[in-house]
């Protein structure tokens, strides 16, 4: 495979192989605070967008105790969720993948270097882009078409990167330094060894046990992260370990436990935030029976919009 770059109005998109040889950790802090965020008050009378940058975060936080920084990246997060860039249809599934909670159990801040593993049309890039940007960086990693044997799956993925890299050209003050890498999922590579504070992904790891793929996935993504580093996985959670060719799109805890700690992970924390004990998964189409697909159509789709989407384990790694 060719390493190439290719710098749009938004963002940058580049092979494995090239990010790997770029050096993010030197990435320059933003001038200036977003538009969009420049609402918060910060008890002197100066808006965010009035105060200045250091290289390392606004000058005010130094003097922050880790109580009053916590409070105050929380308050920077909620504001992201009311941005105007965010699609309605996004917003409106709030109530159910619940960011704030979630990305605040993952530990993600404003100063955090940031990969997140598959993030599809932009659910939560429209929001950690923005966010972790601040002071940190956000790379989206996403399938490499040309590295895919069916030419389907090309297709589909070429489609879906395109889609992402629109979405953030579209909005470069909000997007404007978030990167999208392409990788080979059958040998990841994240970038740089050691590069990244986190990793997140949403509702992945059943696809890539049904393509044989996920414990080279979550090698890739233990060696991104640096030593202490945290990796978030959300999954629908079965309610008990599912076979190897199971296409439900549930997994069991258990499972996707075994897959992190044989990649190296100790398991730090779990969170009951995305539960919903309304979920019976016995679905005739799985998992995409439930909203927001509803892959029965009008079929009984009062019912499952009363039961709401899935019911997702929420975990927390640490690379010791």
Same mark, same amino acid.
């Given at each position: 495979m060719?390493?190439?770059?290719?710098?749009?109005?938004?963002?940058?998109?580049?092979?494995?192989n090239a990010f790997a040889?770029?050096?993010?950790?030197?990435?320059?802090?933003?001038?200036?605070?977003? *538009?969009?965020?420049?609402?918060?008050?910060?008890?002197?009378?100066?808006?965010?967008?009035?105060m200045p940058m250091d290289g390392k975060g606004m000058k005010h936080e130094k003097g922050m105790t880790p109580e009053m920084m916590a409070a105050h990246h929380r308050e920077m997060l909620q504001d992201i969720l009311k941005g105007d860039w965010r699609?309605?249809?996004?917003?409106?599934?709030?109530?159910?993948?619940?960011?704030?909670?979630?990305?605040?159990?993952?530990?993600?801040?404003?100063?955090? *270097?940031?990969?997140?593993?598959?993030?599809g049309g932009g659910w939560y890039s429209e929001i950690i882009a923005p966010y972790a940007t601040k002071h940190g960086s956000y790379t989206g990693?996403?399938?490499?078409?040309?590295?895919?044997?069916?030419?389907?799956? *090309?297709?589909?993925?070429?489609?879906?990167n395109q889609t992402l890299r629109d979405k953030f050209a579209a909005k470069?003050?909000?997007?404007?330094?978030?990167?999208?890498?392409?990788?080979?999922?059958?040998?990841?590579?994240?970038?740089?060894?050691?590069s990244a504070d986190a990793v997140l992904?949403?509702?992945?790891?059943?696809?890539?046990?049904m393509s044989k793929q996920a414990e080279g996935m979550f090698a890739g993504f233990f060696a991104a992260l640096k030593k202490g580093g945290t990796l978030g996985v959300v999954e629908h959670r079965a309610a008990k370990d599912v076979a190897d060719d199971d296409k439900s799109g549930y997994v069991?805890?258990?499972?996707?436990?075994?897959?992190?700690?044989?990649?190296?992970?100790?398991?730090?924390?779990r969170s009951e935030v995305n539960a919903n004990p309304k979920d019976t998964k016995d679905y005739p189409g799985g998992v995409w029976t439930l909203p927001p697909t509803y892959g029965q159509g009008?079929?009984?789709?009062?019912?499952?919009?009363?039961?709401?989407?899935?019911?997702?384990?929420?975990?927390?790694?640490? *690379?010791?």
């Open positions: 060719k390493p190439y770059h290719l710098l749009t109005a938004a963002g940058l998109l580049v092979t494995a040889q770029h050096d993010h950790a030197a990435a320059p802090a933003a001038d200036t605070v977003p *538009k969009a965020m420049c609402g918060m008050d910060h008890g002197d009378g100066k808006k965010a967008c009035d699609d309605p249809k996004n917003t409106a599934r709030d109530k159910y993948r619940h960011p704030l909670e979630t990305l605040s159990f993952f530990g993600t801040s404003p100063h955090s *270097k940031v990969i997140e593993i598959w993030p990693a996403v399938n490499n078409p040309a590295t895919l044997e069916k030419e389907s799956s *090309k297709a589909y993925y070429a489609k879906q470069p003050e909000i997007y404007g330094k978030a990167v999208l890498l392409e990788f080979d999922p059958a040998k990841p590579v994240f970038g740089a060894p050691g992904t949403f509702r992945n790891v059943h696809n890539w046990r069991s805890e258990a499972q996707v436990i075994a897959l992190a700690i044989k990649a190296g992970f100790r398991l730090d924390a009008d079929k009984d789709r009062a019912k499952y919009e009363a039961i709401g989407e899935s019911d997702r384990m929420t975990l927390r790694f640490v *690379k010791p």
